[in-house]
């Protein structure tokens, strides 16, 4: 087995490990977290890291202070998130979380609140905040899901 394929769980590939400042327990993502427990893992709130190569605790940073793994191809300090699987994530201060798709696909829009494709700049009905709020559907937040939003004719995000 590849040494890098034994790190992380089924959502992050990664050589480190949060520390839920909620409940002090260790979760390789916070969606391991939200899964297993009964309250959710605020990411941005995670000050401790454990190095899944030599087991130490350490500030959030992008490489072990200890033994200098570096604990993820894709490191944003801002949202905690690591991640050795390239899927292009990007942060986007407008939004204040990580997207994935590739900075250069993607733009703000001020009013709706969101990244959108490229292609829609100029080319959608705005809705302000349309993201902040829950998918009609599933009831899922939009805003920070893990699931892509298809915005239909009338502007409104749905799952």
Known sequence: MDKVEKYGCEHYKRKCALIAPCCNKTYTCRVCHDDKENHELTRKKVMQVHCLTCKRVQQVQGSCEECGT?????????CRLYDDED??????DGCGLCR??????????DVCDVCLSISMKDNHKCI????????????????????????????????
């Open 70 to 78: 570096k604990f993820g191809n894709y490191f944003c300090e801002i």
């Open 87 to 92: 899927k292009q994530q990007f942060h986007c």
């Open 100 to 109: 994935v798709g590739g900075r250069e696909n993607f733009y703000h829009c």
């Open 128 to 159: 302000e905040k349309s993201s902040h709020s829950n998918c009609p559907v599933c009831l899922e937040d939009l805003h920070t899901s893990r699931i892509a939003a298809h915005i239909p004719p009338c502007g409104h995000l749905i799952h």
